[in-house]
């Protein structure tokens, strides 16, 4: 997740790739990082914490071990997107610091993520602005209150897997009927593309765009009877929550 807001950050300008600098024990990571982006980068977690910034992107079980020593980094501003982790948490870890946790979700790579975003009581004007900006550059961003942050992560940090499976299942669906698998791969994507984009624009209510599909005795009810009967939308609110109660274990210390 790291590497997609630093790919759209470094493609986008906000920051010069000399700006930037990445800390991560794995010696490959390091080589692949400063050769696709340019940024400098370093093993030792201190130097990255020398930025004005220092954006923790680490696994939430890496949390303490990355942490050692960092507790009087001279950066003034801590962002994390760790699942789960909270900001009392990371005020503890972290003593007098603007802490601002942020959940993206990996469409950022290409510039269609979304951030929910929730800042500390010490957390200046400056820092949040700056981090608005970060995940402006990768896509859309909203303030949430940090006692939905886990939520936000069962919802849309994970999303994008739920959408990949779906159009996964869609696109075997097609090729169960007949299409060749690119194609129906071709045909499955875009309407999940072109299906968020109406709602998104037109702003229709979901059972309106469905009700608008379906013909009377049509294809489209054959389908959503098949779909009512195997469960899918209570799949979905199930899937949601228990990736919300994960982000909630992971949370704890
Ligand atoms: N993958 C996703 O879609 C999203 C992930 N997140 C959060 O992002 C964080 C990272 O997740 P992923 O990118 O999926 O994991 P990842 O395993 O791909 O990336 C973690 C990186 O941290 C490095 N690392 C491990 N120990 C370290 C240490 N002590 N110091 C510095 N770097 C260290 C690893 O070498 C690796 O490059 C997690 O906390 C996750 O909750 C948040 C939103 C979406
Ligand atoms: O699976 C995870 O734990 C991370 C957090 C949100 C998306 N991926």
Redesign the pocket.
Known sequence: ????ILSRLVASHIYLPSDVCV????PE?RDLLAKKYGVQVTPN?LI?AEAEILL?????Q??N??A?GLANAPAPCIV??????TLAQLEVMFPSKSIIRA????PAQVGAGVTAIAANALATKEHIEAVRQIFGAVGKVVDVAESLMNAV?GLS??G??YVALMVEAMADGGVAAGLPRAIAMELATQTVLGTAQLLSETKLHPAQLKDQVTSPAGTTIAAIAQLEKSGLRSAMIEAVLAATRR?EE?GKP
Do not use: F, H, Q, W
């Open positions: 997740m790291g590497e997609a800390s991560d024990p794995m990571r977690n990255a923790l992107a680490v696994k939430p890496s949390l071990a990355a050692i994390s997107i760790l699942a789960g982790v959940m993206p979700n990996t992560t940090g994970s994008p897997a982000a992971l």
